[in-house]
């Protein structure tokens, strides 16, 4: 596609239900990112994919955030047992390869933890 | 070692000023240097970025100076506008990495 597409735009979840977010980057580019942005705390990093593997998943808070990507392309970042403080921005990115590309973000997912 | 440290939080200029963000790293391994720009409801889209082999790019009205020994850069909007009102994200990484972005920056410009 012509850009990167996450969705939904918006989720509002009750405490403890388990989310998927899906992320559609563009095509033809191999790393994928995933950032997380709450008010006041800039972009934190999560987890990124180079093809289908992640060689880097350190920025994911628990093991209750996970995220898998298929076909080298689609890619879903799960969040079970919700608790409030996971309410925030999640961004989704794509870049040509992990060098020095820029990178292009999605809109954003919005998540409400209620 | 990781961090991106960005200053300041905020900043409001008149239309014409010249309003300048701050941005210093630790991690001497970082080779490349990128600023984003956010709309309220959109993703941060890449502005500009430099390598350490170069003091200074600019882009239109967008400069970044780059100082290694210091280990900051920064970023210089010429001849601000209202529509340059947004948030600047200032990142840095090495190849293979993903990007480590600083906290941002809200700037505002009235006109």
């Known amino acids: 596609g012509a850009g990167v597409s996450q969705s939904p735009s918006n989720k509002v979840t009750e405490k403890g239900k388990d989310v998927e977010l899906r992320c559609d980057p563009i095509?033809?580019?191999?790393?994928l990112y995933w950032y997380r942005q709450s008010l006041g705390q800039g972009l934190e990093f999560l987890i990124y994919?180079?093809?289908?593997?992640?060689?880097?998943k350190s920025g994911l808070p628990s093991d209750r955030f996970s995220a898998e990507r298929t076909g080298g392309s689609v890619s879903t970042l799960t969040i079970q047992r919700t608790q409030q403080e996971d309410s925030a921005v999640y961004l989704c990115?794509?870049?040509?390869?992990?060098?020095?590309?820029?990178?292009?973000f999605g809109s954003g997912t919005r998540l409400t933890v209620v | 070692q990781q961090q991106v440290k960005q200053s300041p939080q905020s900043l409001i200029v008149q239309k014409g000023g010249i309003p300048i963000i701050n941005c210093a790293y630790e991690?001497?391994?970082?080779?490349?240097f990128p600023w984003y720009q956010q709309f309220p409801g959109k993703g941060p889209a890449l502005l500009i970025a430099?390598?350490?082999?170069?003091s200074e790019k600019k882009e239109g009205r967008f400069t970044i100076s780059f100082n290694k020994s210091a280990k900051q850069f920064s970023l210089h909007i010429m001849d601000s506008q209202p529509g340059d009102s947004a948030t600047y994200f200032c990142?840095?990484?090495?190849?293979?990495?993903?990007?480590?972005f600083g906290k941002g920056t809200t700037l505002s410009v009235s006109s």
């Open positions: 095509s033809g580019h191999t790393a």
């Open positions: 990115a794509s870049s040509l390869d992990p060098g020095y590309y820029g990178y292009t």
């Open positions: 994919f180079q093809g289908n593997s992640a060689p880097d």
């Open positions: 430099i390598r350490p082999d170069v």
């Open positions: 990142a840095a990484n090495q190849a293979g990495t993903a990007l480590i």
């Open positions: 991690n001497t391994a970082f080779d490349y």
